[in-house]
């Protein structure tokens, strides 16, 4: 059964939710699925990994939630290669505060970029002052990412 590791970084529990929300649809897909709310780089290569989610939230001026700053400063301090890696990203924001907008997952996602990783599809961004529930938007998107990306193995 394939691996995917989903990787949470959140303040109040936001992102955290919508993982446990995808959860059940990579369940269904065939995946055996492993949530970690307090990273780690060895979380990510100590085993295999065949898909990875990362979903964030931002903190501050575009910032990483705490939880999540081990993990990318190993990522960056390290710079591992992750050419073998296969991810899609979900970043929650708030639009009102302009520039930073999702910029703790635009900040992960560019960093997966350059060491190699290879994001299938397009990033979710989710606003909240549109969407109260960020799961009404990561559901159909989860949904949509396995059916249009064959992540369906089951």
Same mark, same amino acid.
């Given at each position: %059964?394939?691996?995917?590791?989903?990787?949470?970084?959140?303040? $109040?529990?936001?992102? &955290?939710?919508?993982?446990?929300?995808?959860?059940?649809?990579?369940?269904?897909?065939?995946?055996?699925?492993?949530? $970690?709310?307090?990273?780690?780089?060895?979380?990510?290569?100590?085993?295999?990994?065949?898909?990875?989610?990362? /979903?964030? #939230?931002?903190?501050?001026?575009?910032?990483?939630?705490?939880?999540?700053?081990?993990?990318?400063?190993? &990522?960056?301090?390290? #710079?591992?290669?992750?050419?073998?890696?296969?991810?899609?990203?979900?970043?929650?924001?708030?639009?009102? $505060?302009?520039?930073?907008? /999702?910029?703790?997952?635009?900040?992960?996602?560019?960093l997966l970029e350059?060491?190699?990783?290879?994001? &299938?599809?397009?990033?979710?961004?989710?606003?909240? %002052?549109?969407?109260? %529930?960020?799961?009404?938007?990561?559901?159909?998107?989860?949904?949509?990412?396995?059916?249009?990306?064959?992540?369906?193995?089951?």
């Amino acid at each position: %059964m394939p691996i995917l590791k989903i990787f949470v970084g959140t303040v $109040y529990g936001g992102a &955290l939710d919508v993982a446990e929300q995808v959860k059940p649809l990579f369940e269904q897909a065939g995946y055996e699925v492993t949530i $970690y709310d307090q990273p780690s780089l060895d979380d990510l290569l100590g085993s295999p990994t065949d898909l990875a989610l990362f /979903c964030t #939230s931002t903190t501050g001026s575009g910032d990483y939630p705490g939880n999540i700053v081990p993990f990318t400063r190993a &990522l960056s301090e390290q #710079s591992p290669s992750l050419t073998e890696l296969r991810y899609g990203l979900i970043a929650l924001g708030d639009s009102s $505060y302009g520039d930073t907008f /999702c910029g703790a997952g635009r900040a992960l996602d560019a960093l997966l970029e350059e060491l190699g990783a290879q994001r &299938l599809g397009e990033r979710l961004e989710v606003d909240a %002052m549109e969407t109260f %529930m960020a799961d009404d938007e990561a559901l159909p998107w989860a949904e949509a990412w396995i059916a249009e990306e064959n992540l369906q193995v089951a």
